[in-house]
T-cell receptor, first 116, second 114 residues
Framework: AQTVTQSQPEMSVQEAETVTLSCTYDTSENNYYLFWYKQPPSRQMILVIRQEAYKQQNATENRFSVNFQKAAKSFSLKISDSQLGDTAMYFCAFMKAHSGNTPLVFGKGTRLSVIA | DTEVTQTPKHLVMGMTNKKSLKCEQHMGHRAMYWYKQKAKKPPELMFVYSYEKLSINESVPSRFSPECPNSSLLNLHLHALQPEDSALYLC?????????????FGPGTRLTVT
């Protein structure tokens, strides 16, 4: 079974600063996908960024980037130039790379507060 | 249109009631999902429909009954629920199955069982 661990229940960052959210996972699979989802207060969950395990290059999406360390089974999210709208719960998630339906396995989440 | 809509937004029901949650998407997605999210917890997958057929049932109690009448619509029928079933119920959809396709989430229905 796959597990996803987010060791930081809550974090805060000053506006315009950089923050890194940690995520580790455990799996015996060799090919899989990792995700960061953002769930703002009372708003819809959206996909922030996705990483394919067989790709060595770290994924980036504008101010969001990941540090994927496959051997260490680590997948951290870096948010640069933090904005007030980044305040949300962030979930790290894992999915096996099968063509059919396989469940998303979520971590417990990190609540990020961006302070003005 | 990249929107998944869910109705109602809030629902309060007694343990003997029968109610239904509705989810709709018009993005042409062929996979639809129900998740349950307790307060301050991550979402937990309940059901997956792929091409209108149930493909995953994560050992959900029979008091929850999913239905996919067509490719745009997903229902969750509720009967004889328990107070511990109170949670945010999220619907999601994706173009296809598997990790290659982004899941789009709805805003959820907040259910309270009294």
């Amino acid at each position: 079974a796959q597990t996803v661990t987010q060791s930081q229940p809550e974090m805060s960052v000053q506006e315009a600063e950089t923050v890194t959210l940690s995520c580790t996972y455990d799996t015996s699979e060799n090919n899989y996908y990792l995700f960061w989802y953002k769930q703002p207060p009372s708003r819809q969950m959206i996909l922030v960024i996705r990483q394919e395990a067989y790709k060595q290059q770290n994924a980036t999406e504008n101010r969001f980037s990941v540090n994927f360390q496959k051997a260490a089974k680590s997948f951290s999210l870096k948010i640069s130039d933090s904005q007030l709208g980044d305040t949300a719960m962030y979930f790290c998630a894992f999915m096996k790379a099968h063509s059919g339906n396989t469940p998303l396995v979520f971590g417990k989440g990190t609540r990020l507060s961006v302070i003005a | 249109d990249t929107e998944v809509t869910q109705t109602p937004k809030h629902l309060v029901m007694g343990m003997t009631n029968k109610k239904s949650l509705k989810c709709e998407q018009h993005m042409g997605h062929r996979a639809m999902y129900w998740y349950k999210q307790k307060a301050k917890k991550p979402p937990e997958l309940m059901f997956v429909y792929s091409y209108e057929k149930l493909s995953i049932n994560e050992s959900v109690p029979s008091r929850f009954s999913p239905e996919c009448p067509n490719s745009s619509l997903l229902n969750l029928h509720l009967h004889a629920l328990q107070p511990e079933d109170s949670a945010l119920y999220l619907c999601a959809s994706s173009q296809g199955s598997g990790p290659f396709y982004e899941q789009y989430f709805g805003p959820g229905t907040r259910l309270t069982v009294t």
